[in-house]
T-cell receptor
């Protein structure tokens, strides 16, 4: 398995609080992605990164921001969590942007 | 809207039955195609991929998929399923004319194999 870890693995938070999820890779892959997985929707891209400090929006980026200050770390921040952001969040990496992606174990986030 | 459609949301089969999961996409240009599998409680992992060449591709665990360009389809098949194939299966498409950054996933098909 690719060396990808996500932290925390589970989190319960209250509406309006900020939340940061971390993705850490040991593969030195250039591309990193954040997805959310919801029943009936599959995986939807939130943000992606194509290098240190280089990020862009995905399909469902509203309410989320990201940062990548090092190759190995990609942070996803919910500035003010809402109940609609209750989901499972997956980080993924790839060494070419159009190739297969390797996924982390996921973070289950519940916003009450 | 551009999309990836998986025809069946839930499939129930008995062991040794044959499997075919449908996937259609609506992108007109060149695409890279993938099937991923998510076993219960685990992360997604790649089953197989198609970039070019022979439209019949073989993946891990006896799975194969056929790319039919004229039908915009990439169906997943397995001749004889096992209980351990119980999982959720996702078709994914990377449209290269968007720069290749955005892989679009279907909604997934949950497969349950009865022992």
């Amino acid at each position: 398995d690719a060396g990808i870890t996500q932290s925390p693995r589970h989190k319960v938070t209250e509406t309006g609080t900020p939340v940061t999820l971390r993705c850490h890779q040991t593969e030195n892959h250039r591309y990193m992605y954040w997805y959310r997985q919801d029943p009936g929707h599959g995986l939807r891209l939130i943000h992606y990164s194509y290098g240190v400090k280089d990020t862009d929006k995905g399909e469902v980026s509203d309410g989320y921001s990201v940062s990548r200050s090092k190759t190995e770390d990609f942070l996803l921040t919910l500035e003010s969590a809402t109940s609609s952001q209750t989901s499972v969040y997956f980080c993924a990496i790839s060494d070419r942007r159009d190739y297969e992606q390797y996924f982390g174990p996921g973070t289950r986030l519940t916003v009450t | 809207a551009q999309s990836v459609s998986q025809h069946n949301h839930h499939v129930i089969l008995s062991e040794a039955a044959s499997l075919e999961l449908g996937c259609n996409y609506s992108y007109g240009g060149t695409v890279n195609l993938f099937w991923y599998v998510q076993y219960p409680g685990q992360h997604l992992q790649l089953l197989l991929k198609y970039f070019s060449g022979d439209p019949l591709v073989k993946g891990i665990k006896g799975f194969e998929a056929e790319f039919i360009k004229s039908k915009f389809s990439f169906n997943l098949r397995k001749p004889s399923v096992q209980w351990s194939d119980t999982a959720e299966y996702f078709c994914a498409v990377n449209p290269l004319n968007t720069g290749g950054f955005k892989t679009i996933f279907g909604a997934g098909t949950r497969l349950f194999v009865k022992a």
